[in-house]
């Protein structure tokens, strides 16, 4: 027998002691320390505007191999990363989106027949999602339609909204009210996992009820008081253990206007909120109030995943990522599939009628075609496409006041930009991303286009939105213009910054307008689609009628409904057959000449950059800042002369004073 193997006999049961405790500590106190401690993980999205496919442009997208292309964002990716995560943690893992996962592509054409991205986000793993103010642009009864038909066709997310208030005077939300008795909107939802009981409840803030004009009759209660409600009714009656928002009101970089970070200071309970509307890219979470805030971005470019904790009743935060959607990311086949499904049915239904397909090739470009909140080459053509679109139905050579003059879109609908890709072509997918949204008042999809006759000092007025009303409520209300250019000075007094405006045409040539109310009677030919249109009361609203503008027809007579104004392609039939934004914007792209003999329209040169139609030029001198000034402006300068003059009178008194002291 070997020596040394028999002497070390008698260690054995003392080692096994040994590294039975070294073993017993090593497990043992770690899970004393975590016992108090249930991890969960968040995977969320905002803001995915029916963005299926990856972008831009779309047929450059390779969902099925990585590192070959340039675009972001896609279904399938995301799908992809939401299966990973799960499969790299144990404990329990939500999905969650913040609203407005419709409206801006061709996929939401056929969406309340089909409900594709409700449908595709259930099959990805959503479990609980929130409405947001472009829900509704297909007004009350599309929105239930959609509801409705993703029930019918698969089944979709429970769908939280705590803040509807229907109409009892009106009928319009009959249909909406129906879905949410039957509750396919709930005001709040409970979700058991892992032991964890989680709670949620959903708000649309006070900006996107403001932008969501086809909700009405639909009103949304005010989302602080709600929240209040929501709060004491999980946490005290339903007793869950963590309280998530999913919020469609935004943060913003004014922190008197971040509507979810002052909902958090002002309503305590809440531990997470989800949050969307104002497509804000974050470097990291926020708290406030112990609420952990987040939003992630915009269109599907990254998705945020959040590693949380509950300890002692508490959510803690433990990490956070955001998740770049891109080449790098394989996507999800058996979503892939789904998603060409749903493209055939929009060939099908939406662009075989109108002999194109989603991929059919409509222009080539060299250079990006881009929407800006200043003067853009992407506004421009749009609105220059409005105005030759309209003159098609409606311009009579025999009467020059048919023509349009002036062009109009704000940025809120300009949606997304043109980009070449890596052939330079401009496919019809492509450019209905640009302007995609809205419905007709004949239910058919898409905004329809209208005229309205207005005088020269309400063109002043309407330019005036640009100057002061963007500046104090955001780029939905940034003009694009066409048939006019002009300038303003940002110093002058507000609703009178404009100092000179010119109307004509690059081609034609630019004549100085006389805006003047007194002098110039002459009334001008507008176009915009119906959505900016109906903002024109709103704006006269908000400045106490300063702004005010009534529309009129072409004889001068007060315009009450704008429905009246629609332009008719069709008079030879019953009703009005619409005339729709983006196929104009799509006809006007197609009547460019072909440059380079390929067969291929090619986009002018001219939208290479932009024009000088709108020109900021800031100056304190007291001419510029009085020069044809309005009423407001010379009211303005009176208050400021008579404060001046009480001040220097009140100095003259006290020197008096001191002066008699010192006597």
């Known amino acids: 027998m070997n020596i040394c193997s028999f002497n070390k006999i008698p260690e054995v049961p003392v080692m096994k002691k040994t590294l039975y405790?070294?073993?017993?500590?090593?497990?043992?106190?770690?899970?004393?320390?975590?016992?108090?401690?249930?991890p969960f993980t968040i995977i969320h999205t905002?803001?995915?505007?029916?963005?299926?496919?990856?972008?831009?442009?779309?047929r450059d997208y390779t969902p099925n191999t990585v590192n070959d292309d340039k675009t972001v964002g896609g279904w399938a990716r995301i799908a992809t990363v939401?299966?990973?995560?799960?499969?790299?943690r144990k404990s329990p893992v939500l999905v969650l989106d913040a609203g407005d996962y419709m409206m801006g592509t061709l996929f939401h054409m056929v969406g309340r027949e089909y409900a594709?991205?409700?449908?595709?986000?259930?099959?990805?793993?959503?479990?609980?999602?929130?409405?947001?103010?472009?829900?509704?642009?297909?007004?009350?009864?599309?929105?239930?339609?959609i509801l409705e038909s993703g029930t019918n066709l698969g089944g979709i997310p429970a769908v939280v909204s705590s803040n509807l208030i229907f109409s009892k005077e009106s009928d319009k939300d009959d249909t909406l009210e129906k879905a949410y008795e039957k509750g396919l909107i709930r005001p709040w939802h409970i979700i058991k996992k892992d032991g964890i009981t989680f709670g949620f409840f959903g708000l649309i803030g006070k900006d996107a009820g403001e932008v969501a004009p086809f909700a009405s009759p639909v009103k949304f209660e005010d989302q602080v008081a709600v929240a209040r409600k929501m709060v004491a009714l999980l946490r005290n009656e339903k007793k869950v253990d963590v309280v998530i928002l999913l919020s469609h009101s935004g943060l913003w970089a004014d922190p008197k206007k971040s509507e979810d970070e002052l909902l958090a200071a002002?309503?305590?309970?809440?531990?997470?909120?989800?949050?969307?509307?104002?497509?804000?890219k974050l470097e990291k979470p926020l708290i406030v109030n112990n609420t952990i805030i987040v939003q992630s971005w915009e269109y599907c470019k990254e998705v945020s995943v959040l590693d949380l904790a509950l300890v002692d009743g508490k959510v803690v935060l433990k990490k956070h990522a955001f998740i770049a959607i891109d080449?790098?990311?394989?996507?999800?086949?058996?979503?892939?599939?789904?998603?060409n499904i749903d493209k055939s049915a929009v060939n099908m239904k939406v662009l075989a009628p109108l002999g194109l397909g989603f991929d059919t090739i409509i222009?080539?470009?060299?250079?990006?075609?881009f929407n800006e909140e200043a003067e853009s080459n992407l506004g421009n053509m749009i609105a220059d496409s409005i105005r030759w679109y309209a003159d098609k139905f409606e311009y009579d050579p025999k009467d020059p006041s048919s023509k349009v003059d002036i062009g109009v879109i704000s940025g809120g609908v300009i949606r997304d930009d043109i980009y070449p890709g890596t052939k330079g072509f401009i496919a019809v997918s492509d450019l209905f991303r640009a302007i995609p949204l809205g419905i007709g008042m004949d239910d058919t999809m898409a905004y329809p286009l209208i005229t309205i006759y207005i005088n020269a000092a309400e063109v002043k007025k309407a330019l005036e939105i640009l100057t002061t009303i963007y500046p104090l409520k955001g780029d939905d209300y940034f003009l694009q213009i066409s048939g006019l250019k002009f300038t303003y000075n940002p110093n002058r007094m507000l609703f009178d910054r404009v100092t000179e405006i010119w109307i004509g045409s690059e081609e034609k040539g630019y004549e100085l307008l006389d805006y003047s109310s007194g002098k110039n009677k002459k009334l001008y030919k507008a176009c915009a689609d119906i959505y900016n249109a109906t903002f024109l009361k709103i704006v006269g609203s908000f400045t106490k009628d300063i702004l005010k503008i009534v529309p009129k027809d072409k004889d001068g007579n007060p315009v009450s409904d704008l429905v009246t104004r629609r332009i008719d392609a069709d008079k030879t039939k019953e009703g009005i057959q619409e005339v729709k934004e983006w196929v104009g914007l799509l006809e006007?792209?197609?009547?460019?000449?072909?440059?380079?003999?390929?067969?291929?329209?090619?986009?002018?040169?001219?939208?290479?950059?932009?024009?000088?139609?709108?020109?900021a030029v800031a100056s304190i001198n007291p001419l510029s800042l009085l020069k044809r000034g309005t009423w407001v402006t010379w009211a303005g300068f009176g208050i400021i002369v008579l404060l001046l003059g009480l001040g220097a009178g009140a100095v003259v008194l006290v020197r008096r004073f001191v002066a008699r002291k010192r006597a």
Do not use: C, W
């Open 116 to 145: 594709f991205e409700l449908r595709t986000m259930k099959q990805m793993g959503y479990e609980v999602v929130t409405l947001g103010n472009h829900e509704f642009d297909l007004m009350p009864r599309g929105l239930a339609r």
């Open 46 to 58: 905002n803001d995915m505007h029916s963005h299926l496919l990856g972008y831009s442009p779309n």
């Open 588 to 615: 006007y792209v197609r009547s460019f000449p072909d440059i380079n003999g390929d067969g291929i329209p090619d986009v002018p040169e001219k939208y290479k950059g932009a024009l000088g139609r709108t020109v």
């Open 21 to 38: 405790l070294i073993v017993f500590f090593f497990l043992l106190v770690p899970a004393l320390l975590l016992a108090g401690e249930k």
């Open 327 to 339: 080449d790098s990311i394989k996507g999800d086949t058996a979503i892939m599939n789904l998603i």
């Open 82 to 88: 939401i299966n990973d995560t799960k499969k790299a």
């Open 266 to 280: 002002e309503v305590p309970g809440i531990d997470v909120i989800i949050s969307g509307h104002t497509h804000t």
């Open 363 to 369: 222009a080539h470009t060299d250079f990006k075609i």
